[in-house]
């Protein structure tokens, strides 16, 4: 019988919270393996959740902050969505819904915002969640405290005021129709913010339990979640992994349950001894160009880069065919923000076209082949040269190491707008200089 594997592309409370089972279906630790294997063969593997035991969920980098206002990766926020909530979180499907708060209700002018608490919601530490609380976690979001917003889109709160024990209403300078998304900021204890690097205290379904640089995160079953019935698993490693063809290998040796970031022709390689499942991804890569930069301040050189890329072929090396071809940083599905330009622009490169736009912008390019530009960890670097050499043939390849501190990284794109070419995750909803 096959062994399940679970690829996902959603946020990973849905994974360890309504999943609660690891390869073997069982909730059983994968630490013995030979065991897992017998039990695999023998035993049909369950759709329904499964109560107890814990998976190791490979993960392919380390966290940039423990702190949740200050965590900016999205590989990050997706394990920290399982310690923390906000006033509001998303669903499984996406859509918006109560978390720390009960209820909520928006001014006719859209400046007042009034949310009424949950009952019987606890932080990790044993306490009630309490106005106070709200009170200080989106003040310090916001920058109210210190003057240092560490949430951009809350900079428009001008005061949080309690108006019992049980709500808390929060006036801004401007209305906008998309800030109660950025009530998802977490609510933690009034006056942990200096120990949330060190120890952090949230209401989610899992609790901290430690974190080792360059290793991983674990977390336990938080006994006293709101949510009644949730979680399933008593416990969640996240292991860091250092590359693909790593992880591939500790799930074929039981060292980790759940891999959600295997490349077309990896799954395939393991569609023999596993059901591979996918779904498609809210998450949008991109190449997100810096318009201060020169000579990106000129739109038709802009327009030529659009013309010049072959996303055909980056999807088919990339996703085997599998992904969507989109032309913005936006999610198609968001369908009052999304436009589709590839009918513009097209899927394959138009290098004639390219040309004649940056010719007519006062530039001009060599014939010469493609450049690829291959990204690689340290420990990496081997296999690195070894897809380089294959693609020799055809393209012009320059190998990169990542960067070893992914928050300095993120700050220097993000805080500083230090880049002219950037490609991200769509997690960051904001590149300036």
């Not at 949230?202 to 079953?221: D, N, R, W």
Request: proline residues 3%; negative net charge; contains cysteine.
């Amino acid at each position: 019988m096959k062994k399940r594997l679970h690829i996902l592309f959603m946020a990973l409370l849905a994974m360890a919270v309504l999943g609660g089972c690891g390869a073997d279906g069982t909730g059983a630790s994968s630490e013995d393996t030979s065991s897992k294997e017998q039990n695999v063969q023998e035993t049909e593997i369950s759709e329904e959740p499964v109560y107890g035991g814990s998976v190791v969920v490979g993960i392919q980098q380390d966290i940039d902050s423990l702190d949740p206002h200050k965590a900016t990766a999205a590989g990050t926020k997706e394990i920290l969505f399982n310690v923390f909530e906000g006033l509001v979180k998303p669903d499984e499907n996406g859509n918006l819904i109560c978390a720390v708060a009960s209820d909520y209700s928006v001014s006719e002018d859209g400046l007042v915002y009034t949310f009424t608490l949950r009952d019987g919601v606890k932080f990790h530490n044993g306490n009630d969640v309490t106005c106070e609380d709200v009170k200080y976690s989106l003040e310090r979001a916001a920058g109210l405290l210190d003057g240092t917003p560490l949430v951009a889109t809350l900079q428009t709160i001008q005061s949080v005021d309690i108006l019992d024990d049980k709500t808390v209403q929060v006036t801004v300078d401007t209305p906008n129709t998309e800030l109660i998304y950025s009530f998802v900021t977490a609510i933690i204890p009034a006056g942990s913010g200096e120990d949330a690097e060190a120890n952090p205290v949230g209401t989610g379904p899992f609790s901290f339990v430690s974190y080792t640089p360059q290793e991983g995160i674990v977390l336990a079953k938080n006994e006293n979640y709101w949510q009644e019935g949730l979680p399933y698993l008593d416990e969640v490693d996240f292991k860091i992994v250092g590359s693909a063809d790593t992880a591939l290998l500790e799930l074929q040796g039981g060292s980790i349950d759940i891999y959600a970031y295997l490349t077309d022709s990896q799954a395939n390689e393991l569609k023999d001894s596993f059901n591979v499942i996918s779904s498609p991804s809210n998450v949008v890569q991109a190449l997100f160009l810096n318009n201060d930069y020169e000579p990106l301040s000129d739109v038709k050189v802009r327009q030529a880069i659009c013309y010049a890329l072959d996303k055909d072929m980056v999807n088919e090396f990339v996703a085997g065919g599998n992904g969507t071809l989109i032309s913005s940083a936006m999610l198609p599905t968001l369908k009052d923000y999304y436009e589709d330009l590839n009918d513009l622009y097209g899927t394959s490169a138009n290098v004639e076209k390219a040309k004649e736009l940056l010719t007519e912008a006062g530039y001009t390019i060599p014939d010469t082949k493609k450049r690829i530009a291959l990204l690689h960890d340290k420990a990496d670097v081997v296999n690195a040269i070894e897809e380089a050499e294959k693609l020799r043939k055809d393209y012009d390849v320059v190998i990169y190491e990542k960067p070893k501190k992914l928050s300095k990284f993120l700050d220097k794109i993000q805080a500083k707008g230090y880049f002219g070419f950037c490609f991200l995750g769509e997690e960051i909803r904001e590149l300036k200089k």
